[in-house]
């Protein structure tokens, strides 16, 4: 295991503990662990997880953004949840973008699990999107994301990152948990 698999792990428990916190320092922490994890995965073959971290690092500006005028605005960063036609048409999108993703890294790359990468990959910048706009649901993608790294990992011989990603899947629980307390709280609450 390589020095940047072990800096990328330390910096991605930070920061997913901080948006378990809904701390605004998630997102640089974030930053410095996806573009370490980048590297990482592109020289493992993974090209889906590579461009996804390049994703990741626009996604984690915008969210910091967000979170920044939230907590402005209310004190706190405000957790939200989706409506059921907003949550279909998410598990549609994911459908459709994963097939074709897949589709394009069987075809056109060496991709080592390219339909299996890329439904991650494309659960994952749902996640990522639905966390910066501070929806509740990006919890149980993340979730969903964990259980399914955690092997493709380990057969790639990547351990350190399948370790972290039962990491984040104990983390993601808290996570859940820990906006579901903030999603109850009154909104007198949030206005003190």
Known sequence: MSMLEWIATVLGVACVALAARRNVWTFPTAIGSVVLLGVVVFEARLYSDAM???????ANLYGWANWMRARHRLGEVAVERMSNGARAGWAIGWAVATLLWG???????NAAYPWWDAGIAVASVAGQVLMARRRIENWAIWIAVDLASVPMYALKGLYLFAGLFVIYLALAVWGLIDWRRAEHRPAAALAA
């Open 52 to 58: 996804l971290q390049g994703f990741f690092v626009a």
């Open 103 to 109: 589709a394009a890294m069987h075809r056109f790359t």
